[in-house]
């Protein structure tokens, strides 16, 4: 089975910190994504990766930046952490079929920004 | 700018039954994706059925069907034979690349299933 696998289910920071976020998958997936999903808001991209080294803004990318130097990883860096910023995070990949739409996806990451 | 509207925050449907979970789009693209994936409580989204845009034919997926209407812009989910283990939040998913990738997600139908 696939595995995509985040660092942690729950994380708590503090403003102004720069928070880490971990992905990592198992199946040599060349897209990797990056989601926060807030309620009422559905799933919002903020970076996608179709390669090592490779990325693209998704719809809100302010406020983030991502880091993905082997294929299987791929970071989400909050720089300064916002309130805002309070959300559940989501990673996924996929192989670059068509669509190449995110197709499995890890458990989350649930990160309060105090 | 393209947008994926699910216009029924909640549904419900007793077991065994058929229920349609709605979805419209926008775009001005001719060549996209639209997916659904199913997010059960504490647990892993997975993708449970692709449309490309350019097959004029529904996809099925065992007991999940699409109505897809193009020219509508709507992207209708139908479960049938409905079960405990379909509840979940429903998202509904546009994906396109013109330059660059787009991959939009609605804001969910949460849908219960009833004993």
Known sequence: ?114 | AQTVTQSQPEMSVQEAETVTLSCTYDTSESDYYLFWYKQPPSRQMILVIRQEAYKQQNATENRFSVNFQKAAKSFSLKISDSQLGDAAMYFCAYGSYSGTYKYIFGTGTRLKVLA
């Not at chain 1, 807030?38 to 991209?45: E, I, K, Q, S, V």
């Not at chain 1, 930046?65 to 990949?93: G, H, P, W």
């Open chain 1, 1 to 114: 089975d696939v595995k995509v696998t985040q660092s942690s289910r729950y994380l708590v920071k503090r403003t102004g910190e720069k928070v880490f976020l971990e992905c990592v998958q198992d199946m040599d997936h060349e897209n990797m994504f990056w989601y926060r999903q807030d309620p009422g808001l559905g799933l919002r991209l903020i970076y996608f990766s179709y390669d090592v080294k490779m990325k693209e803004k998704g719809d809100i990318p302010e406020g983030y930046s991502v880091s993905r130097e082997k294929k299987e990883r791929f970071s989400l860096i909050l720089e300064s952490a916002s309130t805002n910023q309070t959300s559940m995070y989501l990673c996924a990949s996929s192989f670059p079929d068509e669509g190449n739409q995110p197709q499995h996806f890890g458990d989350g990451t649930r990160l309060s920004i105090l």
